[in-house]
């Protein structure tokens, strides 16, 4: 039976032998992000805590998805359109714009007829959920 103390004894002489050639371990600067957090951002990117996201999804009048319908976006006080985008193969689309103003989105499709909404981004909420149900042309332009 002195065999498996014997083992044991070679092992825990080994262990401790072992530990005196590790390096010792730094404590993190006081300062240092900690790498356990996932929540960090990379340096230089922008937090989202004053964003204000406009999605939804565009239809055609017989209720089918519209891929690849022109989002615009514009300040209701401007004329310039600082936000642009496409609704994806299942008719949905998404833009962050920045909280606290009025909203113009303009929607537009090839053979329908150009629809506007105002959104407000003022009144507390974070999300304003949009539904489009775009009308075909009528008649050419001229």
């Not at 998805?65 to 985008?85: C, H, M, Q, V, Y």
């Amino acid at each position: 039976m002195r065999l498996p103390a014997l083992h044991i004894a070679v092992l825990v002489c080994s262990l401790t032998a072992g530990a005196a050639f590790l390096p010792a371990q730094q404590p993190p600067a006081p300062n240092a992000p900690s790498s356990e957090s996932s929540s960090q951002q990379p340096a230089g990117k922008a937090s989202h805590a004053s964003d204000f996201l406009v999605r939804g999804t565009v239809f055609t009048e017989e209720g089918l998805a519209l891929p690849g319908a022109e989002l615009r976006i514009r300040r209701s006080s401007e004329k310039k359109f600082r936000w642009d985008t496409a609704s994806n193969s299942r008719g949905e689309f998404a833009v962050r714009v920045k909280i606290g103003t009025d909203y113009e989105v303009v929607v537009s499709a090839k053979g329908y007829r150009e629809q506007t909404l105002a959104v407000s981004a003022a009144n507390g909420e974070r999300v304003k959920e949009l539904v489009f149900r775009m009308q075909r042309q009528t008649g050419k332009k001229s």
